[in-house]
């Protein structure tokens, strides 16, 4: 550890990192999504999601065996000549920018519904840039660390809700199982195929692993961990309050955490929700960021990163406020736009890219 | 300048901060509403808002006046809608209305009756303002009676109805029906809510009104159509499997017999399914003897019998609860979500209403399963044992 | 040749000559002495230079003046000769130059000239008035040695070989400071130690261009990686054996001549929570205070904010059983509850240092005058609530359990920017001031190590030695390279 230099991460750093990236926005959002889709079975979404991530990780695991010091868009850049790669890179990067914007904007739609209710959006966006602002530019050494902590707490939360609501869940909410079917269920775990795909960002890290052994073996296990908390706390929540009441409330999770109350002193303990919540959102967003910025720095040549964190941060809070003015964009965007294309960019273009690189060392090799 | 660039950027971050916390405001900046009272007049809303205030001369070092300690004020707001309503409350109030805190709703029967009831439900969870731990209640008359009633025990009266309510699912002459479980039961297929019905009684001693907890309102949905009394109500928390300790009265051989429940669980199984849906009801109570006024000890021989007798009252409020609600054409019980949880699709295509179509001509066998398990630290009635030991001296 | 050293370097074999050009520069000194003598029978005329307050007499005279002066030899020695064989004294070196002369004479040694020859000696004779070894006031523990450095480095540094009884430990000296030209001795042993580390505070050091240095706290803040981080990265300790356990765990110690405190680096956050008693106790007692001071470090900067967030912003969060007391509390102040932790604050800074200051007489009445006028006198006069006295109280009492000074300083720092981001802006400033917090803690490094090495990242093993204490270590070994003791 002495002199090491900064930006490296450990394989188990990589593996408390895929929580943090599934689960804040999945937690809050997913319970909503699939109560309108799936019903009782919404907790079966995450398994189904997560199988799906697995293909992609192993995808992206035999992917990075071929090219150990490159991220995602160097490769990409190798494997399908420079125009190509290069626009992909470019799609990628403005990717990941703008799904850490949208990270930002549910943040700070939360915030601004349930906490801070008079505040305008401009000052809390505001003050979760600047912040970013300043975590960004201590590098990936930062959001791993953070992360090493921040998994911790989000592990104890999602194990409290589970625990403290035991005693309100109505078991026979969650039967009779797949009362619509498995279509439903289907249609939920779609939309949350987007989410639990976003190992994607991950990929980007893969060149600052020290010693990747098992490398595969700590993002399947993260991807699992994820699915059990995910799947934990949709049961929990369509439990308490039944599936119809999950999917008429927005924030169907925080609703469950703000009902638990254990005799006359353990109640209210909506703050020890909120404030890590708030913390894992702001670093799922800044693992975004991250992999956005390095992305244009490899597709466009530039030396120091830091030069772009501060004129992002304000071309951020400039386009959130502008391109999405209201509540219903951000969730008609979450709900139609987002699974969509990002199903495209998570897991097509990475299998197009394992398909061309099968193809190519087969060729190099017959060609020996 | 590259020196001053992280300076610049922290102080116009700061000065945008800066430029007012919008959202600050102490707890003596609030008007803390701790019971919401939702009454009907003449088609138009009126929500009265009890508010707590600091209780006064707690402590002796405040300096203050003593004489007359506060417990809180009611506010009223009317309008032409439950919203309109509400923010009308804070017109004669110095200070901005907090809602979160809030303990208890009370409806009023032709509110609950009226269909502002839902607009009420909606207002209260769209705006975030409430936890759903509040605890619900209908009330025969006025609800702003309920809100004026003299409170016993706790500082207000918004506390008061959720102690009570507390105390209800012992002796489960009422329900404990919170926010959450109201808006589970309406959206779940198959069963009905039922919220606590309170009252006013007068007091002889104090020129005021006590409240009094007793019985239930039964809804349709979101609309109140009928009345149980404690009985009633009592029946059906039993068949929708909620465990209290209520006592039962009877007569046996003679005695007066009062037996106290330790536990009471009840299952739902739905026998047949097509045509007119039979379902089988299996209940077991476990008990203690708390008043016996017999001269002979009970022993082991008479157990059967008594737990028959004990079966017989159970059976009797159940088929009693079952047949008001019946006749009140909503199933509070749950027999529809039993019969949902087996049969999903047949219950949606075959009923378009169970309430009305299929829970009328529903039929209901129950089986009851008690055992007495003790009969408390006494064996019999004080001094009735004394002859049996002269007996034995005189030998 | 006596031309050539007329404005030299070198000194002169002519002791006049010496003599005047030493008189020169110790012009206005009056408290060094020129000693006139001839060595015995051989009639060599010798000079002795020394500053009379510096030197022991004894030395002076029976070590040097009467073994030369007693010299029955008619033969005229050598310096070499004088140096092999005629005086009994224990550290004599060789100078050839005024610069040497001047430092040594200043240094407390005393300087011989021997005419006709071009060098001196330079005899160890200092002795000083210095504080004996004393019990140690500000780490204070209840089992253990209880000696503490004094100012005078050479008995400190022999303190520190009573625990080491190895040649692998090795003492380096220089100097600082060109105007006081203070003696600083760095003190490592040989297996434990990185090398680079070592490498590294020789760098620092020897780039620091500085007229003075009075103690240590000085070279702690130019050698610092982040001298502007709330969180120290250089640690001090004025008790030789928690300064043993440092040096055995691979760190450099820098004693400075004057300063009772030594410097280690590099220094983890985890050391400032670590005491030396900790190992002298039991392991499951030792374990729960651990625990305690880690949960009192952290409630140290984050209750106030935290107070200020549920009482001004979100009221919801107070449990029903605390809403009546509070609320009674809260009624008619005057202050917002956000001003009202601040200047209580404020206030309990402004007691603390005065506590400081004060003589040791009044230092009882201030604590109770103190105590009754801001907790007490401020709650009856309804000028603050009760509830905000009993967390900055609290807040106070959790930093003073923080074993290391410096941090549970920086943690106080850190309290202030974190209390009016909360006042601005509730929950999310409180969230986003303990991230950026947490960010710029978890990636300090000091001296090239990471300075949560032992809590992130963490191996099982290190969780025993850290957070709780597990079974005694049985051997050494550097926290961040984990080397052991070779067998």
């Not at chain 1, 494997?79 to 850490?100: C, M, N, T």
């Not at chain 1, 005693?167 to 619509?180: E, G, R, S």
């Not at chain 2, 025969?140 to 809100?147: N, P």
């Not at chain 3, 080491?164 to 130690?193: N, Q």
Request: a neutral charge; proline letters at 4%.
């Amino acid at each position: 550890m002495t002199n090491e230099s900064l930006n490296t991460i450990t394989v188990k750093q990589l593996y408390r990192l895929i929580p943090l990236l599934i689960l804040p926005t999945g937690a809050l959002a997913l319970p909503t999504m699939v109560g309108v889709k799936a019903g009782n079975g919404g907790w079966l979404c995450p398994w189904l999601s997560a199988s799906v991530s697995l293909v992609v990780i192993y995808i992206l695991g035999s992917l990075d065996r071929g090219f150990p010091n490159q991220t995602f868009i160097e490769y990409a850049i190798e494997l399908v000549g420079a125009a190509i790669g290069r626009s992909l890179g470019v799609l990628y990067s403005l990717f990941f920018l703008f799904s850490g914007m949208m990270v930002v904007l549910e943040t700070s739609g939360f915030i601004v519904s349930t906490v801070l209710k008079e505040t305008p959006r401009l000052i809390v966006l505001v003050a979760i840039y600047g912040a970013m602002a300043y975590m960004l530019s201590l590098g990936l050494e930062g959001i791993a660390r953070l992360g090493d902590i921040l998994y911790m707490f989000l592990f104890v939360l999602i194990v409290t809700l589970v625990v403290g609501s035991t005693k309100d869940v109505h078991v026979n909410a969650l039967f009779p199982l797949l009362d619509q079917g498995w279509s439903g269920v289907l249609s939920g775990s779609y939309i949350a195929v987007s989410w639990f795909c976003e190992v994607i960002v991950a990929a980007m890290f893969f060149p600052s692993v020290k010693y990747k052994s098992h490398l595969r073996t700590h993002l399947v296990m993260g991807v699992l961990v994820t699915s059990i908390l995910l799947s934990a706390a949709t049961a929990v929540t369509i439990g308490v309050l039944g599936p119809q009441e999950t999917a008429r409330n927005v924030y169907a999770t925080f609703n469950v955490v703000r009902y638990i109350q254990w005799g006359e002193f353990f109640q209210h303990i909506d703050a020890f929700f909120i404030i890590p919540w708030i913390s894992v959102m702001i670093l799922k967003s800044m693992m975004f960021y991250h992999a956005g910025v390095m992305g244009l720095t490899q597709t466009c040549g530039i030396s120091r990163y830091q030069l772009l964190i501060v004129p992002l941060m304000v071309l951020s809070v400039v386009s959130a406020l502008w391109l999405f003015p209201n509540e219903f964009s951000i969730s008609e965007y979450h709900r139609f736009v987002f699974p969509n294309y990002a199903v495209v960019l998570e897991v097509f273009i990475p299998a197009l890219l394992w398909i061309v690189f099968l193809i190519k060392s087969r060729a190099s090799r017959t060609n020996r | 300048m590259q020196k001053y660039w992280f300076v610049s950027v922290c102080v116009v971050i700061s000065s945008l901060l800066a430029t007012g916390c919008w959202n600050y405001r102490d707890l003596d900046g609030e008007a803390l509403v701790g019971c919401l009272g939702y009454d009907l007049d003449s088609q138009k809303p009126v929500i009265t808002a009890e508010v707590i205030l600091p209780p006064n001369g707690k402590t002796q070092e405040s300096g203050r006046d003593v004489t007359t300690p506060k417990k809180g004020e009611l506010v009223q707001g009317r309008g032409r809608s439950v919203y309109e309503a509400i923010d009308n409350l804070s017109e004669g109030v110095s200070k901005p209305l907090q809602l979160a805190l809030n303990n208890a709703y009370v409806f009023s029967e032709s509110f609950a009756r009226s269909n502002f009831f839902s607009s009420g439900l909606d207002r209260i969870t769209r705006m975030d303002l409430a936890r759903r731990t509040g605890v619900m209640y209908v009330s025969a008359g006025q609800a702003s009676d309920i809100l004026s009633a003299k409170v016993v025990l706790a500082d207000n009266i918004g506390t008061e109805l959720k102690g009570i309510s507390e105390q209800t699912k012992a002796e489960q002459l009422s329900i404990r029906e919170d926010l959450n479980d109201f808006l589970f039961d309406v959206s779940t297929p198959g069963i009905e809510p039922m919220v606590s019905r309170v009252e006013t009684q007068s007091n002889e001693v104090e020129r005021n009104a006590l409240v009094k907890v007793e019985g239930s309102g039964v809804f349709r949905g979101h609309q109140l159509v009928g009345w149980l009394d404690g009985p009633e109500t009592r029946g059906v928390l039993w068949l929708r499997g909620k465990t209290g300790h209520p006592t039962l009265l009877f007569q046996w051989k003679g005695n007066q017999v009062q037996v106290r429940t330790r536990d009471i669980n009840a299952r739902i199984v739905p026998i047949r399914i097509q045509k007119e849906p039979v379902f089988l009801v299996r209940i077991h109570w476990h008990g203690r003897l708390i008043m016996y006024t017999g001269h002979k000890p009970v022993e082991q021989d008479d157990l059967p019998s008594l737990q028959q007798e004990v079966g017989k009252i159970i059976e009797k409020t159940v088929n009693h609860s079952i047949a008001r609600a019946q006749e009140l054409q909503t199933d509070v019980i749950g027999f529809g979500n039993a019969l949902y949880r087996k049969e999903p699709n047949y219950f949606w295509t075959q009923y378009h209403d169970w309430n009305t179509d299929g829970f009328p001509q529903a039929k209901i066998q129950i089986q009851v399963d008690a055992s007495i398990i003790g009969g408390g630290l006494a064996s019999h009635s004080p001094g009735e044992g004394v002859n049996h030991n002269r007996q034995i001296r005189v030998q | 040749m006596l031309g050539a050293t007329t404005r030299g370097v070198f000194l002169s074999k002519n002791v006049s000559w010496n003599e005047k050009r030493i008189a020169s520069t110790f012009s206005r000194c009056d408290d060094v002495f020129f000693r006139r003598f001839e060595i015995g029978d051989s009639k060599q005329r010798a000079l002795l230079v020394f500053l009379t307050n510096l030197v022991e007499k004894a030395i002076i005279d029976t070590v040097i003046l009467r073994s030369l002066m007693d010299n029955h030899n008619k033969r005229r020695l050598s310096i070499q000769q004088i140096q092999a064989k005629l005086i009994p004294s224990s550290e004599i070196r060789l100078l050839e130059t005024f610069t040497q002369v001047e430092s040594a004479i200043a240094a407390g040694e005393a300087v011989l000239f021997i005419d006709g020859h071009p060098q001196a000696l330079s005899i160890a004779a200092l002795k000083w008035e210095h504080r004996a070894v004393e019990k140690a006031d500000n780490e204070v523990t209840v089992r253990g040695p209880q000696q503490a450095f004094s100012e005078n480095m050479m008995n400190n540094i022999a303190l520190v070989r009573r625990f080491i009884f190895d040649a692998k430990l090795k003492v380096e000296k220089g100097t600082i400071g060109t105007v006081t030209k203070t003696p600083y001795c760095l003190v490592y042993h040989d297996e434990f130690i990185d090398k680079a580390i070592v490498e590294e505070v020789r760098n620092r050091l020897g780039r620091l261009d500085l007229d003075q240095v009075l103690d240590t706290g000085v070279i702690e803040q130019l050698i610092s990686d982040s001298p502007w981080s709330p969180f120290p990265t250089v640690d001090y300790t004025e008790r030789p054996d928690r300064l043993v356990s440092q040096i055995l765990q691979g760190r450099v110690a820098i004693f400075l001549e004057n300063s009772p405190q030594t410097l280690t680096v590099p220094a983890l956050f985890v050391e400032f929570l670590q005491v030396p008693e900790d190992y002298y106790q039991g392991g499951l007692l030792q374990s729960s205070i651990r625990i305690l001071r880690y949960f009192a470090f952290l409630v140290s900067f984050i209750l106030p904010s935290l107070y200020v967030a549920i009482m001004g912003y979100n009221h919801e969060l107070i449990p029903n059983t605390f809403l009546p007391s509070v609320l009674e509390q809260r009624d008619g102040l005057p202050v917002p509850t956000a001003m009202e932790v601040i200047i209580m604050d404020i206030a309990f800074e402004v007691l603390r240092e005065a506590g400081l200051r004060f003589p040791r007489p009044i230092g009882q009445a201030i604590s109770i005058v103190g105590a009754l006028v801001i907790g007490q006198a401020a709650v009856q006069a309804r000028l603050v609530m009760a509830a905000t006295v009993i967390v900055i109280a609290t807040t106070g009492i959790c930093s003073f359990t923080v074993p290391g000074y410096t941090l549970s300083a920086g943690a106080r720092l850190l309290r202030f920017p974190l209390l009016i981001v909360t006042s601005f802006l509730g929950l999310l400033g409180f969230s986003l001031g303990l991230l950026v917090i947490a960010a710029h803690f978890l990636t300090l490094r000091s001296f090239g190590v990471i300075y949560t090495a032992g809590l992130a990242p963490r191996a099982r093993r290190d969780l025993q030695d850290t957070v709780l204490r597990g079974r005694l270590p049985t051997q050494s070994r550097t926290p961040w390279i984990g080397r052991k003791r070779p067998k």
